[in-house]
């Protein structure tokens, strides 16, 4: 664990990612250290794929402490890195590391947490014997996958654009549970009991082309991107009369959370950046 530096020059973190404008993490980790009393800094870092290795290294060599990774660098990150926790092994995913003084990186995965904690602390659900459909087989869906298959859920089908990627993690997963990979026109009802939006599809203002019959009125349907107003996703869910159409804020802000613990070794509170990021939505 990092000695926390609660005078002087401030410690550095951030969050790497192409594109990375977007994010909200400076303003949630700017609450996290404010209610904590922790003196931080949190930056953006626009890096593209390719000088990803090189201007990342480039950060924790000129003193940042702590970075989280964003698309689309999840998976290169578990390459970077050269000590995994056991979920991030896991996922063969990393959305934060931590540099430690003996020059450890060490990558972490919090993205399941996130989801796993706002689903079920913040909105209630239970995911026990449930039917779920992932959409999308990137970094953020391997993170996710490890602790929803632990809910003992009844069948998770993941959906991909590139559908060998989704055949691919599903055996990779096997092992946890009923899990299958296919194409979006393969889908087919009954209806899902929930359904996730793990694609970036929704960040380009762009939809699926899904086939009818998968939602129903008791489908819950959650779009892991966030932004201001409706997603395409869950403009779509609400037109077929689904329970529930959410975005991902309560993962941001949860995965956040434990990304901090990681980091500093304390756990904030997420009420206050899940009510603040509330009216933002
Ligand atoms: P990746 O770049 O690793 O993966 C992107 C995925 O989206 C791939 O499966 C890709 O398919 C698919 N995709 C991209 N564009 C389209 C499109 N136009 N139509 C259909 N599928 C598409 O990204 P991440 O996994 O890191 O992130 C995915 C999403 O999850 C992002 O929106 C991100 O913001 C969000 N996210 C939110 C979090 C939160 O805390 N709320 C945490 C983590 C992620 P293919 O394989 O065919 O290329």
Redesign the pocket.
């Known amino acids: 664990m990092n000695q926390p530096n609660e005078l002087g020059t401030p410690d550095q973190y951030g969050v790497v990612g192409h594109p990375v404008e977007h994010s909200w993490s400076p303003f949630i980790h700017g609450m996290f250290a404010k209610s904590t009393a922790q003196n931080l800094v949190y930056r953006l870092f626009d890096i593209t794929a390719e000088n990803f290795r090189r201007d990342t290294l480039k950060l924790f060599a000129s003193g940042v402490r702590g970075l989280n990774v964003?698309?689309?660098h999840?998976?290169a990150a578990a390459e970077l890195v050269n000590e995994l926790t056991p979920r991030a092994t896991r996922a063969q995913a990393v959305?934060t590391i931590a540099f430690f003084e003996d020059t450890t990186l060490l990558g972490d995965n919090t993205?399941g947490v996130?989801l796993t904690s706002d689903l079920e602390r913040n909105l209630q659900l239970d995911l026990a014997d449930k039917r779920l459909l992932i959409l999308?087989?990137?970094?953020?869906?391997r993170g996710v996958l490890g602790p929803l298959l632990e809910r003992e859920v009844r069948e998770v089908v993941i959906a991909?654009?590139?559908p060998v990627?989704a055949q691919k993690i599903a055996a990779e997963f096997a092992d946890m549970g009923k899990i299958s990979g296919c194409a979006f026109s393969e889908l087919r009802g009954p209806a899902y009991d929930l359904i996730i939006n793990?694609?970036?599809?929704?960040?380009?203002g762009?939809m699926?082309l899904l086939p009818a019959g998968i939602v129903g009125d008791t489908t819950v349907c959650y779009d892991?991107?966030?932004g201001r107003g409706q997603t395409p996703f869950t403009l779509w869910a609400k037109s077929l009369h689904a329970a529930r159409a959410t975005k991902?804020w309560g993962?941001?802000v949860e995965?956040a959370a434990e990304s901090f613990y990681l980091w500093r070794g304390i756990r904030p509170n997420t009420q206050p950046a899940l009510e603040a990021l509330s009216h933002h939505s």
Do not use: F, H, I
């Not at 999308?136 to 869906?141: E, P, Q, S, Y």
């Not at 793990?198 to 380009?204: F, I, K």
């Open positions: 964003t698309l689309p999840k998976q959305n993205d996130g999308g087989a990137g970094g953020a869906v991909n654009r590139t990627k793990g694609t970036s599809a929704s960040l380009q762009e699926p892991m991107a966030y991902g993962m941001l995965q």
